[in-house]
Structure formats: structure tokens, C-alpha cells
């Protein structure tokens, strides 16, 4: 094997590594996280603004991390530093018991972390582009590390404590500073030309409401799931196993959409999608048996998997290319940031008010409301 191919070998398996450790660092705490506070007999709603932190200093720091990870000397080092931060900055509460210490630990855990994924993707991306390797062939193995991490450490806390997931987590964010060495990511750092703006026109407002009605739905689940399987009877070794069932639907939804999107159009399959949504929460908050949440949780490789699909194609078929990084930066900051954090604190006080009943029933609601604007968005085909 020449040097080249050496290299090329090198980089990608720091790549696989690197997301598989990450994610799995993700599996390990964002399931328990919610079960871990209730265990400590924090309110629900003191969970639910704990729980917002992460979307919260998603949605404000993310373009300030870049911007010094750029003017950074040395790249490498800074996200090796940043990801060992991230990492220890749980520890506290292994030993720590107040809702104070609790919000210091999870706002130090976001502020080194949000930005580590962006970087990497860039890393990822200009690797594929340059040896014509797909990109999601390597962030494959991010959605398999959170699958294997969230079946490990539903049978760890089983065994050990709400608490143990933390040193789990801690492990595995610390293990992820080795791959980073193989990635040169100095090398793929790039200078990208200034995209163009989006007109905040009809169709990009009532695009953007249905963004964050909708995806307020991953707060409500990521934060309750878990509570809602212990209410049931069920422990959270079998909550490891419906999350990792429904990451595996989503991995098989992820490959087939593309599919999908050469019959449909992508609004037709991002409405299916919520639909399903509006069933699977429908059935988790009406039900209390564990195989109905079990089998509801399948469902996320719609909620999730092709609506991720169809939403990133409609960018592109309706803003086109130039336009795309822009319509995916009001898809994850006010999406997924704007709508975790609403989401965050609307179903804390729906659990205060009415349980994990409630708190689902109010999902379901979200995500029918959702589809109205879905209906009258314009068309990308």
C-alpha cells in the first residue's frame, strides 16, 4: 500500500472511529438524561429547562465556535480540547445534587460540544468529495455507535444507578480525542464563498413554522421516552432496546428514501412522515403497554429518517444549490434549536401538569398542527 492509500485509509477510518465514539457518546446520555434527573427528584419542569441547554447553546454558539476553531493554530488541538472539556464537564454531577450545579454542568457540556459535528461533517464532506467516497457510508456508523451506546447503558444504569451512565459517557467522549489525530483536519479546512441569502418570502415563513412545530417534537420524546417506559413497568435496559430499534428503522428509512423521492415529491413524503409522527405519539400516549411503545418506536425511521431526507431535497429543489447551506441553517438553528428549546420547556410543564399521558398527547397535537402548513407550502415539483 502506497503512502497515498495509506493516508486515504487513515482518514477514513478516523472518520468511522471518530463519529461512531461520538454518537455513542450521544446514545449514552441524551436517552438517560431525563430518567437521571427524575431519579434525583428533580420537577419536570426543572427537567425540561435542563434539557433545553443543549438545543439552547446549539442555536447561539455553534457560528462563534466555528469562527475560533478557524482562527485556531492548530485545529486538531482545539477540537481534542474541546471534546475532553465536553467530556469532564459531567462529571460533577456523579457527586452533585442541585438543580444550579445540574444547569452549570449541562451549559460547560454544550458550549465545548456544539461545534465539533460541523467541523467534522466539513472534514467528511471534503474527503468524499475528493476520493469519491460517500459520505453517508461513514456517518453510517454515528447512528450505530448511539444504537449499541443506548442498549449498553440502559443495562449499565440497570445495574449500577441512574448515575453510572455519566462515567460511561465520559469514557467514550475521552476515547474520541484519538481518531481526531488521523483526520488532518487542518487539510480540510476551506475558505467557503459567501452563500447567498434566502428571501423570507410566503413559502419560507410557513416553511419555517411547520420546521418548528415539528421538531419540537424530538424534545418532548427525548426528554419523556424514557420516564414514560419506567411508568410503564418497563426497565431501562428495554428502553435501550426501543431506542436502538428505532435508530436501526431510521438507518434502513436514511438508505431507502432516496428512493422514494424519484416517485414523490419531497413535501409529499415529509407530510406522510409527520403523519406517522401523529400516530406514533398518538399510541405512546394512550398506551401502557411496553410493546405498543415498543412498536411505536419503530416509527421513528419516519418521524426522523425519511422526513430528514425530504426536508434537505425540498432545500434543494426549491432554493437550489447556492441557497441550500442557508435553508439548512434555518432547518437545524431554529428547527432543531428554536424548536428543542420551545419544546424543552412546553413539555416540562405538560409533564408537571398531566404526566407523560400528557406530555405525549400534546406531541401528537404539535405534529397534526404541523401538517397545515406542510399543505400549503409550494411545491418542488
Known sequence: MNKKAESRFGIRAGLITFYFLHFSTLGAIFPYAGYFFKSREFSGTEIGILLAVFPVMKFLATSLWTEIYSRAHSKTLFVRAAAVMSSVSMLPLFFMNSFTAALVCLTLFSLFRVGIIPVMDNAAMGFAEEHGTAYGRMRLYG??????????????????????????????????????????????TRLHRRAESILFDRNTVVMTVMLIVYL?????????????????GGSQTLAGYMWAAGVLCEILLLYFTDSLLKRFSARQVMFFSVFMAVIRYTLTALTGSLAVL?????????????????????????FGADRQLKAQSIYSGLGFGLGSVGGSFISGIAYDLSGSTGVFAVTAALCAFSMLPLLIMKTDR
Request: glycine share 10%; net charge positive.
Open 216 to 232: 419540537s417534537s424530538n424534545a418532548f420524546h427525548g426528554n419523556f421516552f424514557n420516564i414514560k417506559v419506567s411508568e410503564a
Open 294 to 318: 415498543f412498536l411505536a418506536n419503530m416509527l421513528h425511521g419516519f418521524t426522523y429518517g425519511s422526513f430528514h431526507v425530504a426536508a434537505l431535497t425540498y432545500f434543494r429543489r426549491v
Open 143 to 188: 447512528s450505530l455507535g448511539f444504537t449499541v451506546s443506548a442498549v449498553v447503558s440502559g443495562i449499565v444504569i440497570d445495574m449500577f444507578g441512574a448515575s453510572a451512565f455519566i462515567i460511561q459517557f465520559t469514557g467514550m467522549g475521552l476515547l474520541c480525542t484519538i481518531p481526531v489525530g488521523l483526520i488532518r483536519l487542518e487539510h480540510w
